[in-house]
């Protein structure tokens, strides 16, 4: 499970109730590419579409990092010992920016 996804989960389940110390998460395309892989690092939602389509393009592995604010939820999350069914979906709000193709 990612830091991201624990973060998501404390935010939604536990009231934003975190405890010890911020979740830091390393520079995953650097080590990617440390490793020979292509490490891509998405910071922005402009960024999501064109980096998918060029790692899909690509005959090569393709690590894609998305950085996303720690108060932005990943969605779908499961809540901790939960079940599949009890599964959390992105809220219906008109709102939330999502990518879209162009």
Same mark, same amino acid.
Do not use: C
């Given at each position: 499970?990612s ?8 935010e939604?389940v536990?009231? /934003? ?7 830091v ?6 080590l990617?590419?440390?490793f020979?892989i =292509?490490?891509?690092?998405?910071t @922005?939602?402009s ?6 389509? @060029?790692a =899909?393009? @690509? /005959?090569?592995?393709v690590l ?5 604010e720690?108060?932005d @939820? ?9 079940s599949?069914?009890e599964?959390i979906? =992105?809220?219906?709000?008109?709102l939330?920016?999502?990518a879209?193709?162009?």
């Amino acid at each position: 499970m990612s830091e991201n996804t624990v973060a998501a989960i404390i935010e939604r389940v536990y009231d /934003k109730r975190y405890v010890a110390t911020p979740l830091v998460a390393p520079d995953f395309a650097a080590l990617a590419n440390a490793f020979g892989i =292509r490490g891509e690092r998405i910071t @922005s939602r402009s960024d999501v579409l064109p980096t998918i389509r @060029s790692a =899909r393009e @690509s /005959k090569d592995p393709v690590l894609i990092d998305f950085r996303v604010e720690q108060e932005d @939820s990943v969605y779908p999350m499961v809540p901790a010992g939960g079940s599949l069914h009890e599964m959390i979906r =992105r809220p219906n709000n008109p709102l939330v920016e999502t990518a879209t193709e162009p």
